[in-house]
């Protein structure tokens, strides 16, 4: 070990110099190149800079449209039908996830569970019901404003059930078969169709990214009309079983109607801007109209996207990356010598072994045993 560490000493300078002149011949060689390619990279960020221009120009442009859009939105989509909101008797939800009645009837949610389901049970005296309206509500508790509990305000709903009972037999649930489901807006892959297919586990049903942090819909029809005389049960399955983690409702609220060509309609938060006249609107009123709008108007989010694209970073030249990966490899610090990191670890273990002599003859004699014939040969 002494010989080797002796010859360590005047190897590893020779191999410490050698390092630094190959990272200073890197550092030169990605210098100059860089200088190089320096006007071509120039011109590039000049056109980068041209699109972003171009791309918020028009982003603008069109945003000053909004309003008027929006406006015109709002009274094509207005209607006359009219929802009851549902009072919920008791509210579920599996695993971890909690629910709460909150005043305005709608449901809160809380908890830490990857995929759930959320059972709501109502009595109404209604009869005759025709349609089903599903609200996801803004939740200004949670990081992304919901409707759904991840930051970007996404939810999966993978399947939407409804059951009925009379409140004379409250516990004979049949399913209502429900058809023509409607949402506002749908994540892109998406089928709202799948909603009612009855498969609670598919993944594509709906789902709102990127427009979450506004409220969203959904209607439903009933193939034929539910209630009793005697008044009604009614059981509210929301299944949640996408794989992405904790996509859930964050706050929600039913309703139904007993008219019949209800088609989307609008959630209670549109409509109490609907019902004011466009020019006595406050400036809340405005903001509600203008942030779902802005969600929802695809023109807007095409635009958006484009501005996106425009402001991406000009990706590292090839050659420029290739020069950095040398330099990195040839700035590695020099590893100590192997075999001499080998004697060193054998002089230890040959100190430890010295020190305790009665472990040493048992190791001693333990091996001479083993391979001993008549040992190997009785054992």
Do not use: C
């Not at 590893?12 to 190089?36: F, G, S």
């Not at 023109?299 to 040398?326: F, H, I, M, W, Y």
């Amino acid at each position: 070990m002494q010989e080797r560490e002796a010859w360590w000493k005047g190897q590893k300078p020779k191999l410490e110099k050698h390092r630094v002149d190959a990272i200073a011949k890197a550092t030169a060689d990605l210098e100059a190149y860089q200088k190089e390619i320096a006007p071509r990279v120039a011109e590039e960020e000049k056109k980068r800079q041209e699109r972003i221009k171009a791309a918020e120009s028009e982003l603008a442009k069109y945003s000053e449209q909004l309003p008027q859009k929006s406006n015109e939105w709002m009274a094509a989509n207005m209607s006359t039908t009219k929802w009851h909101l549902l009072e919920p008797a008791a509210v579920s939800g599996s695993g971890m996830m909690k629910l709460v009645r909150l005043p305005d009837r709608s449901v809160k949610a809380s908890g830490g569970d990857r995929q759930a389901s959320y059972v709501i049970t109502v009595h109404t005296g209604l009869k005759n019901i025709t349609g089903v309206r599903l609200e996801a509500l803004t939740a200004p508790e949670v990081k992304g404003n919901g409707p759904g509990l991840p930051e970007g305000g996404n939810f999966a709903v993978t399947e939407f059930q409804v059951d009925v009972a009379s409140k004379s037999k409250p516990n004979e649930f049949k399913k209502v078969t429900l058809k023509n489901p409607r949402v506002d807006f749908n994540q892109e892959g998406f089928n709202q169709n799948q909603l009612v297919d009855g498969v609670p586990g598919n993944q594509n049903a709906w789902a709102v990214a990127p427009a979450g942090g506004v409220v969203h819909w959904a209607t439903f029809e009933a193939e034929k009309p539910i209630g009793f005389d005697e008044g009604t049960v009614l059981r509210f399955i929301i299944n949640q079983n996408h794989a992405a983690a904790f996509h859930l409702l964050a706050r929600l609220r039913i309703s139904v109607t007993t008219e019949t060509g209800f088609g989307l309609s609008l959630p209670e938060p549109l409509k109490a801007v609907a019902i004011v006249p466009a020019d006595q609107r406050t400036d809340d009123h405005k903001k509600t109209l203008l942030d779902w709008f802005g969600k929802y108007d695809p023109e807007l989010t095409k635009r958006n996207k484009s501005l996106a694209e425009a402001k991406t970073p000009l990706p590292e030249d090839p050659g420029v990356t290739k020069q950095k990966a040398t330099l990195q490899f040839v700035s590695n610090a020099v590893p100590e010598d192997s075999q001499l990191v080998r004697l060193r670890s054998d002089i230890e273990f040959s100190k430890k072994q010295a020190a305790n002599k009665r472990l040493t003859a048992a190791q001693d004699l333990t091996w001479a045993l083993i391979n001993n014939p008549a040992f190997l040969f009785n054992r």
